[in-house]
């Protein structure tokens, strides 16, 4: 296969270098980290977000504010000594261009750039335009959107990377299309040469931009049928405005969503257009914590060459696997403790909620009857939570706020702690440290959950809604619980029962029993875990890749 461009907003590589949000750009990381493992010729092309997505601060009632501190690339990234050059509003607009270099286990490297608006030769505007991730307004945006869509062609025309085919990831990236037809591609090569992948039916996920701001920006770019793209495969605004991911699918046709649940969902979002499904994995050697990686290195050798390995999990002992366990426990019930004060009970079950605080992810679902909860959780259960809401989402940050009261409210009989500033490093402590993973979004609404995936590749059964890739990975009652039959219509008061008789009639009483019946259930979550990794997924992408040439 020849040289792929992986185009990507947004990308978490590690924690300290905080140009992510959420799922899209860590699993974007994944992406490139398996690309590398797998030794597939791929470079990566981002922004840099000097202030990145902020970070997070709540006070003692659950209020959320935000800092930005300053992210210095020189401190993570290799400056290249290249500047690349776009028109923009009347003017040029600088990006200094830095890199990392992504090594895969047997030494492969996969370059990714960054783009960089912060140049000395720019107006205080452009240089400010690419501060923040998701920051500002549709006028940052269109402007963020360009650079990375345009000037990431550009970009590789410079590094005389002869690439291909293109992987764009989610709809920011659509501009990248444009300036390939205005070098010369036929609309024919695009079908053929380009990939699309949406994440999400959640509208707020995919930019609309008026056309006059889209003129004013790209110009001469813009195709004379451009509104009539948009139109073509089902925009539910009638091409009132640029929608980037509709535009996306006219121009790319090969689509893939990253469930097969969200494919079914996608198709009815892009007027029944054929979206291939192509769940979304975890890279293994990232996701897994130090105390089970050390675990695997023993009894399941060669596991990280080969993450298939992880489906014999069945011959790990119970003792083994609960000393590893237990290790991980007190060592999150001390990190804890020391960042909320809360203390957990060594012989509670511990119940995990960690992810972006969407309101469709329902976040206080689980506190809807405070009383029927104590009465089945009192003495028995503990909760940890953690997450970010988007700096203008209100809805979020009430969420937030719902969670601290209920943790007032329960405090005497059952422990809640908030783990401020989630991030990468809070990510792998959580889903490696408490006992069930609980997931309970709005059906059809969560596109694939992988943070649910590195809970189970830690030995943490799930306990979740059958949305994103649980319906592929649950067997209830053996390797985690499904909550509920597959509804999609939205019931929180009968979702909340759901949960609850859940925990009380299979969860509890399995975790009471202990023994082989707790370690039945992490083992089948281990092995479970194998068919959900960035090596799968990257074998399974690397179809479309081959079929660039």
């Known amino acids: ?234 925009d539910p605004e009638d091409g009132a405005r640029c929608s980037m991911s509709h535009l996306a699918v006219a121009l790319a046709e090969q689509v893939n969503a990253v469930s097969n649940l969200n494919a079914q969902v996608a198709s009815n979002m892009f007027d029944n257009y054929h979206i291939h499904p192509l769940t979304n994995g975890v890279h293994h050697i990232t996701w897994t914590s130090p105390t089970m990686s050390e675990l695997y290195d023993e009894k399941l050798p060669g596991w990280k060459h080969d993450p298939t390995q992880l489906s014999y999990a069945g011959s790990l002992s119970d003792e083994d696997l609960a000393e590893a366990r237990s290790k991980n426990r007190k060592i999150f019930r001390e990190l804890v403790k020391v960042s909320t004060g809360v203390e957990l009970e060594e012989k509670r079950l511990t119940i995990g909620f960690a992810r972006r605080f969407a309101t469709y992810k329902r976040a206080n679902l689980v506190f809807k009857d405070l009383a029927r909860l104590s009465e089945i959780g009192a003495g028995k259960i503990q909760f940890v939570f953690s997450g970010k809401a988007h700096p203008r989402d209100e809805g979020g940050k009430q969420l937030i706020r719902d969670i601290y009261g209920s943790a007032k409210h329960l405090e005497q009989e059952i422990p809640v702690a908030f783990l401020e500033n989630y991030d990468m490093d809070t990510g792998l402590a959580i889903t490696s440290g408490v006992d069930i993973w609980l997931n309970n979004p709005i059906r059809p609404m969560e596109a694939s959950g992988t943070s649910g995936m590195k809970a189970a590749m830690n030995g943490v059964p799930n306990c979740s809604i059958l949305d994103g890739w649980w319906p592929e990975g649950c067997e209830h009652g053996v390797n985690g619980w499904a909550i509920g039959e597959s509804e999609d219509d939205r019931d929180d008061d009968r979702d909340a029962e759901n949960i609850y008789n859940v925990l009380e009639e299979l969860v509890i009483p399995a975790w009471e029993k202990g023994g082989s019946v707790w370690a039945n259930i992490m083992r089948s979550s281990i092995a479970t875990s194998a068919r959900f990794t960035g090596a799968r997924m990257i074998a399974e992408y690397k179809r479309f890749y081959d079929a660039f040439e």
Not at 3 to 9: D, E, K, R
Not at 43 to 66: A, K
Not at 117 to 137: D, F
Request: hydrophobic content about 40%; some cysteine.
């Open 1 to 234: 296969m020849g040289l792929v461009g992986y185009f990507t907003a947004e990308i978490g590589l590690w924690s300290e270098l905080h140009t992510y949000s959420g799922g899209l750009g860590v699993l974007a990381g994944d992406h490139v980290k398996s690309a590398a493992d797998a030794e597939i010729d791929l470079v990566g092309v981002t922004l840099l977000y000097r202030e990145g997505y902020g970070r997070q601060h709540i006070d003692d009632d659950g209020n959320q504010t935000e800092s930005f501190g300053a992210i210095d690339p020189s401190d993570h990234l290799i400056d290249t000594g290249l500047d690349l050059t776009l028109p923009l509003d009347g003017d040029t607009l600088y990006a200094k261009i830095w890199k990392v270099e992504v090594v895969g286990v047997t030494g492969h490297v996969v370059p990714v750039y960054f783009l960089d608006t912060h140049h000395p030769k720019n107006s205080e505007y452009h240089q400010s335009m690419g501060a923040r991730l998701y920051g500002g307004n549709d006028d940052v945006r269109i402007r963020q959107e360009y650079l990375l869509g345009v000037g990431g062609i550009r970009l590789l025309n410079m590094l005389r990377k002869d690439f291909a085919g293109l992987h764009l990831n989610e709809g920011h990236c659509t501009f990248a299309l444009l300036e390939l037809l205005n070098q010369g591609w036929t609309r024919d090569e695009l079908s053929k040469r380009i990939l699309f992948t949406t994440h999400t039916p959640v509208p707020a996920g995919h930019d609309r931009f008026d056309w006059e701001d889209v003129n004013e920006v790209l110009g001469d770019l813009l195709p004379d049928d451009v509104v009539e793209l948009v139109k073509s495969v089902g």
